[in-house]
Nanobody
Framework: QVQVVESGGGLVQAGGSLRLSCIVSGLTFDEHFMGWFRQAPGKEREGLSCISKSGSSEYYADSVKGRFTISRGNALNALYLQMNSLKPEDTAMYYC??????????????????????WGQGTQVTVSS
């Protein structure tokens, strides 16, 4: 049984930082590319970042490029998202997702939720102004 569990969310002031973590079990972690998504109330789920199975390639949405950094620790079955310079518009539920990788890259549709097979329950991030 695959389990995907996010943690690290919370309340932070604008300009602050948070580091999200995602621990995955029940699958061969280093055979999956991993993504971070978020969903704000009343909005569609947004793909933020993706990292290839080895961690050699990273992809970012324009909305977070330069502020967020994705990383992974394959020995720990862990995925991370370092979020800096947070803004009130970053307030959302943040999700981790996994998809079996064909090669050492994220798919061309990495930002679409339909691309991923496994999902966590999310962790809430709230940024106050």
């Amino acid at each position: 049984q695959v389990q995907v569990v996010e943690s690290g969310g919370g309340l932070v002031q604008a300009g602050g930082s948070l580091r999200l973590s995602c621990i995955v079990s029940g699958l061969t972690f280093d055979e999956h590319f991993m993504g971070w998504f978020r969903q704000a109330p009343g909005k569609e789920r947004e793909g933020l970042s993706c990292i290839s199975k080895s961690g050699s390639s990273e992809y970012y949405a324009d909305s977070v490029k330069g502020r967020f950094t994705i990383s992974r620790g394959n020995a720990l079955n862990a995925l991370y998202l370092q979020m800096n310079s947070l803004k009130p518009e970053d307030t959302a539920m943040y999700y981790c997702a996994a998809e079996p990788a064909v090669g050492d890259y994220c798919s061309g549709s990495w930002g679409q939720e339909s691309e991923y097979l496994y999902w966590g329950q999310g962790t809430q991030v709230t940024v106050s102004s």
